[in-house]
């Protein structure tokens, strides 16, 4: 294959999301550290870091609008480099406060990234569903590396270089991005922010029947991954007694199942079809989410990894999806839109699964997320194979 600008783009947008990623999951594996360091709570911190969740799903509207302002360009490397600034900001916090703020701060520069670079690449490729799996790499790229790096470091020299390592990824990476990528030209440099940030507008893309419909099967599905992803270590230790060692080998290899599902579930969305691919993957994830909780032995473990990995790369299939149905001047601040909507109420998931975990307990929770996953699924094969439209 001859290499071409665009595989630079993506390429580059991919390691770009790596990084936005990778530094918010240093912050995880040192959190024993920083609350003896800082002498604070388990809810003191699990506050700053729902709020760093939080702003990263608020900045994915915004981030949409300042691209067709701004270029696409512009914005990727203001999530890269801010990324950097927040982190190196966060390691040297001399009070808990500041670094919980710097924390916050980290989420938001990072949210910048995702929608802008989804735009840019559905400009540049024709099969967005393959590119879109690709682009996606990055997340489960960082999520198999940074958990290990943040340990490794955080144990033998402390929290603060280990959240620093953020900024010794970031750093190469927007000096490469800056460097080779071109500059993109806004798409409406015209439009007032004001005009940008009209409510009538935002409140017609999301009564559009295909994007509502497209919306609740997305929040649905990340109100699961997030469930999963938040609590799994802590599920397998308490609800299938195994060991942490183990727990936290399962953990990185539920990355990786994600990684490589996500181009294969891309490509089935580009030669087969969009609900085809999201309906694979929902049952998929109610499989494994079944088999976690009833499964019997090791056995049911590996394979609940194996399908609730494939489940949870469901992205790759319903991003482009909401492509299809916008138009190519509403794409930047439409998918930003969406995107921010169904980030953000997903995001709800923590919260969710371990409030159900503490009244009923871990049965019950991964069996609630099966059954909206099975719900989802339903829904998107009653839509297809009825022809409704959505």
């Known amino acids: 294959m001859d290499w071409k600008y665009r595989h630079t ?10 990084v936005t990623y990778f530094a918010r999951l240093l912050v995880s594996p040192v959190v024993p550290f920083i609350i003896a360091d800082f002498g604070v709570s388990n809810t003191q911190i699990g506050i700053s870091l729902s709020g760093m969740w939080i702003a990263y ?12 302002r701004f270029g696409e360009k512009r914005i990727i490397a203001v999530a890269v480099g801010g990324t950097a600034v927040t982190s190196l900001l966060a390691a040297i916090a001399p009070l808990f406060a500041v670094f919980a703020a710097c924390v916050v701060l980290l989420g938001g ?21 393959t590119a879109l799996g690709l682009h996606s790499f990055g997340a489960p790229l960082a999520g198999l590396l940074a958990p290990v790096m943040a340990s490794w470091v955080g144990i033998r020299y402390g929290w603060r270089p280990a959240v620093a390592l953020a900024v010794l ?22 439009r007032s922010m004001r005009e940008q940030f009209a409510i009538e507008p ?17 929040i649905i599905a990340t109100f699961a991954v997030n469930g999963i992803v938040t609590f799994l270590p802590t599920f397998l230790v308490e609800h299938r007694a195994q060991s942490p060692a183990l727990a936290g080998l399962v953990f990185s290899a539920y990355f990786v199942v994600r990684g490589g599902a996500q181009i294969g579930v891309g490509v089935l969305s580009d030669r087969v079809g969009r609900d085809f691919a999201v309906a694979t993957c929902l049952i ?69 699964v371990g409030l159900l975990a503490d009244l009923f307990g871990w049965g019950v ?13 339903g829904a998107v094969v009653c839509n297809s194979v009825l022809d409704l439209g959505y």
Do not use: K, N
């Not at 409140?203 to 609740?216: D, G, V």
């Not at 019997?296 to 990894?305: D, E, N, R």
């Open 284 to 352: 998929a994830g109610a499989g494994g989410l079944a088999l976690f909780v009833a499964g019997p032995g090791l056995v049911a473990v590996v394979l609940g990894v194996l399908l609730f990995g494939i489940g949870s790369s469901f992205f790759a299939s319903l991003e482009p999806r909401f492509m299809d149905v916008l138009g190519d001047d509403e794409r930047g601040a439409g998918f930003g839109l969406v995107r921010t909507v169904y980030v953000v109420f997903g995001s709800t998931g923590s919260f969710g």
């Open 109 to 129: 520069v990072a949210g910048l990234h995702y929608s802008v670079a989804t735009t840019l690449l559905s400009r540049t490729y024709d099969d967005i569903g």
């Open 365 to 377: 929770s991964y069996s609630v997320l099966a059954g909206l996953c099975a719900l989802a699924f």
């Open 57 to 68: 799903g608020l900045t994915q509207f915004p981030s949409g609008v300042f691209a067709e």
């Open 169 to 190: 990824v970031a750093v190469p990476i927007f000096v490469l991005f800056t460097w080779r990528i071109r500059p993109t030209e806004p798409r409406h440099p015209e």
């Open 9 to 18: 783009v993506l390429v580059l947008c991919m390691f770009a999301f790596f």
């Open 202 to 218: 935002l409140l017609e893309y999301l009564s559009r029947p295909q994007i509502a419909f497209t919306l609740l099967i997305a």
